[in-house]
């Protein structure tokens, strides 16, 4: 079947504008997670979703990024006013519901600022 | 504060030779463990996991890790490399709680392999 999905692949924008990631799970996999991946921090947790709601935040860097979640399947993460040092791979996983298991990576989202 | 430790951020090995990727990790609680490897413009994909029971636990690509609570380690080993598995390599702690399992990522470990 079909993988955890994320587009775009690559996205350039300039110092300023918004942005929109989006992420497809697997199908059935009600568990969500975004990460970032940086070269001075490495892999970072941003947010969990379980269904439609988002009990951790607690890794979104400021109120620059939201994220929601729609029809428990789709996942949108939103960078608002991008800075330079917002330029990171962001990376999505899925995992069936509450599960101490395996969560599946997408591709990840290349974002450089300019 | 959880944390994950990879000391090695590159490591050079001959087709054919043993590999051994160090992971430390601090956490209070039993940790949930795990290894992933990243090729080039590829996701993460799961080597092994360990939750509980048999401290050696075996993955796939003939990958084995050892988990030691004395020294707060899970190493990843592999007898013999092969060209393919030049990537690089994410050990990671699962902060298991409340239903979800927040990773906790190593700096990571980039894999070379001489032919």
């Known amino acids: 079947g079909a993988g955890v999905s994320q587009s775009p692949s690559n996205k350039v924008t300039e110092k300023g504008k918004d942005v929109e990631l989006r992420c497809d799970p697997i199908?059935?996999?009600?568990?969500l997670y975004w990460y970032r991946q940086s070269l001075g921090q490495g892999l970072e947790f941003l947010i969990y979703f379980q269904g439609n709601s988002a009990p951790d935040k607690s890794g979104l860097p400021s109120d620059r990024f939201s994220a929601e979640r729609t029809g428990g399947s789709v996942s949108t993460l939103t960078i608002q006013r991008t800075q330079q040092e917002d330029s990171a791979v962001y990376l999505c996983?899925?995992?069936?519901?509450?599960?101490?298991?395996?969560?599946?990576f997408g591709p990840g989202t290349r974002l450089t600022v300019l | 504060a959880q944390s994950v430790t990879q000391p090695d951020i590159h490591i050079t090995v001959s087709e054919g030779a043993s590999l051994e990727l160090r992971c430390n990790y601090s956490y209070g609680a039993t940790p949930y463990l795990f290894w992933y490897v990243q090729s080039p413009g590829q996701g993460l994909q799961l080597l092994l996991k360990y939750f509980s029971g048999d401290t050696l636990v075996q993955g796939i690509k003939g990958f084995e890790a050892e988990f030691k609570r004395s020294q707060s380690s899970f190493n990843l080993r592999k007898p013999s490399v092969h060209w393919s598995d030049a990537a690089e390599y994410f050990c990671?702690?699962?902060?298991?709680?409340?239903?979800?399992?927040?990773?906790?990522f190593g700096a990571g470990t980039r894999l070379a392999v001489h032919p």
């Open positions: 990671a702690v699962g902060l298991f709680s409340g239903g979800y399992n927040k990773l906790i």
């Open positions: 199908s059935g996999h009600t568990a």
């Open positions: 996983a899925s995992s069936p519901e509450r599960t101490s298991g395996e969560q599946f």
